[in-house]
Nanobody
Framework: QVQLVESGGGLVQAGGSLRLSCAAS????????MGWFRQAPGKEREFVAA????????YYAASVKGRFTISRDSAKNTVYLQMNSLKPEDTAVYYC?????????????????WGQGTQVTVSS
């Protein structure tokens, strides 16, 4: 079955960096769009970043553009989220997700598979 396993979360001071990883199995990784979402306490799950499988185009939420970078390694079936210049408002559980089809990469409803999430906490 499909599994997405995130890792790399933790506690970091404001201005610091973290790199999240998401290892995928049970799917043809190179033909899936991959996305990162996050959910803070009391808030809805929101789009963070995504990568199209066919064009390599990347997309970012306005709140993270210029600070976060999504990348993927098809040889390792892994997608990464490099997070720099972290802010306390980046604190959330971060989820990896996978989708097929031509729908928008920014809507969580388009994604069929999800990881269990990894906690990122940024202290001020």
């Amino acid at each position: 079955q499909v599994q997405l396993v995130e890792s790399g979360g933790g506690l970091v001071q404001a201005g610091g960096s973290l790199r999240l990883s998401c290892a995928a199995s049970g799917l043809s990784f190179s033909t899936y769009d991959m996305g990162w979402f996050r959910q803070a306490p009391g808030k809805e799950r929101e789009f963070v970043a995504a990568s199209r499988w066919n064009t390599g185009t990347t997309y970012y939420a306005a709140s993270v553009k210029g600070r976060f970078t999504i990348s993927r390694d098809s040889a390792k079936n892994t997608v990464y989220l490099q997070m720099n210049s972290l802010k306390p408002e980046d604190t959330a559980v971060y989820y990896c997700a996978a989708k097929t089809g031509r729908g928008t990469v920014m809507s969580r409803n388009e994604y069929a598979y999800w990881g269990q999430g990894t906690q990122v906490t940024v202290s001020s």
